[in-house]
T-cell receptor, first 116, second 110 residues
Framework: GAVVSQHPSRVICKSGTSVKIECRSL??????MFWYRQFPKQSLMLMAT?????????EQGVEKDKFLINHASLTLSTLTVTSAHPEDSSFYIC????????????FGDGTRLSIL | QKEVEQDPGPLSVPEGAIVSLNCTYS??????FMWYRQYSRKGPELLMY????GNKEDGRFTAQVDKSSKYISLFIRDSQPSDSATYLC??????????FGAGTTVTVRA
């Protein structure tokens, strides 16, 4: 079946560091990928839509200069959390659709980010 | 009122029981319906996908969509301890943004 791979699975770093998270579609091409954030015991919150070859679309309230998204190929999107602070600590998850459209979405295994 | 309502539980059942989960929604434009299973510290795993309405069965899992009532269900037969997880319903009106339920935490007791 469709597989979305996310790396790294866990990051612990100091405040002020920039962290890059990769999302890859392993056996299909994804023109669009989605980035979510999930707080403990809560559902997923869409942060932004990553579009191959063009600018990402950010949801209201998400700082685009804080969360940089690059979608340089049909199989790779990256999310960079710039100058991370403790409040950025969260579980970040990406997704993509494999049937030529965006539904159903398949999710990566997430990246747990902890900023000290 | 939330766009998608899902009872967060928790729900505890004995092994072998039928697990019944459901979500209600308010947006009549929703036409893509999904159920995901999420284990702790993992990403959601797609269990069932239905476009438009009707029933769908896959092994021990049955998904039902009733658009007239704006109600979707997931049934898990012969539940196993390995089914213990959080189950999320998700839906979309277009081929784009998903709206999620809060997730129901299920524990299957051995």
């Amino acid at each position: 079946g469709a597989v979305v791979s996310q790396h790294p699975s866990r990051v612990i770093c100091k405040s002020g560091t920039s962290v890059k998270i990769e999302c890859r579609s392993l056996d299909f091409q994804a023109t669009t990928m989605f980035w979510y954030r999930q707080f403990p015991k809560q559902s997923l919150m869409l942060m932004a839509t990553s579009n191959e070859g063009s600018k990402a679309t950010y949801e209201q309230g998400v700082e685009k200069d804080k969360f940089l998204i690059n979608h340089a190929s049909l199989t790779l999107s990256t999310l960079t959390v710039t100058s991370a602070h403790p409040e950025d600590s969260s579980f970040y998850i990406c997704s993509a659709g494999d049937r030529g459209g965006n539904q159903p979405q398949h999710f990566g295994d997430g990246t747990r980010l902890s900023i000290l | 009122q939330k766009e998608v309502e899902q009872d967060p539980g928790p729900l505890s059942v004995p092994e072998g029981a039928i697990v019944s989960l459901n979500c209600t929604y308010s947006n009549s434009a929703f036409q893509y319906f999904m159920w995901y299973r999420q284990y702790s510290r993992k990403g959601p795993e797609l269990l069932m996908y239905t476009y438009s309405s009707g029933n769908k069965e896959d092994g021990r899992f049955t998904a039902q969509v009733d658009k007239s009532s704006k109600y979707i269900s997931l049934f898990i037969r012969d539940s196993q301890p390995s089914d213990s997880a959080t189950y999320l319903c998700a839906m979309s009106a277009n081929d784009y943004k998903l709206s999620f339920g809060a997730g129901t935490t299920v524990t299957v007791r051995a």
